[in-house]
Nanobody
Framework: QVQLVESGGGLVQAGGSLRLSCAAS????????MGWFRQAPGKEREFVAA???????RYADSVKGRFTISRDNDRNTVFLQMNSLKPEDTAVYYC?????????????????WGQGTQVTVSS
């Protein structure tokens, strides 16, 4: 089992920045990839960004150039730096982890999830 705890959400004005953190514990040696997903009110959960252990990453088109995902393998922590935030980025952001390789944007293959952290961007 892998346990995930997110932090860093909050309220920010449009154009501002936030940095989310996700600390993993438990069987962290088995983690192949960690990702961030988000769910806005009334919408389905969607992929934001993901990173594999070797450092390769992938982003949703809607956040490319604004968000940066990184990880500290020694601390078993993944970060999401969010710049130039827009009101449409408002959502609950979830951290997730997976053991197996494959399409890291597909949330179906992530068995481990955090509790989520709220990000609200005001206009």
């Amino acid at each position: 089992q892998v346990q995930l705890v997110e932090s860093g959400g909050g309220l920010v004005q449009a154009g501002g920045s936030l940095r989310l953190s996700c600390a993993a514990s438990g069987r962290t040696f088995s983690v192949y990839a960690m990702g961030w997903f988000r769910q806005a009110p009334g919408k389905e959960r969607e992929f934001v960004a993901a990173i594999i252990r070797s450092g390769g990453n992938r982003y949703a088109d809607s956040v490319k150039g604004r968000f940066t995902i990184s990880r500290d393998n020694d601390r078993n922590t993944v970060f999401l730096q969010m710049n130039s935030l827009k009101p449409e980025d408002t959502a609950v952001y979830y951290c997730a982890a997976r053991d197996m390789p494959g399409d890291i944007a597909n949330m179906s293959y992530y068995p481990y999830w955090g509790q989520g952290t709220q990000v609200t961007v005001s206009s």
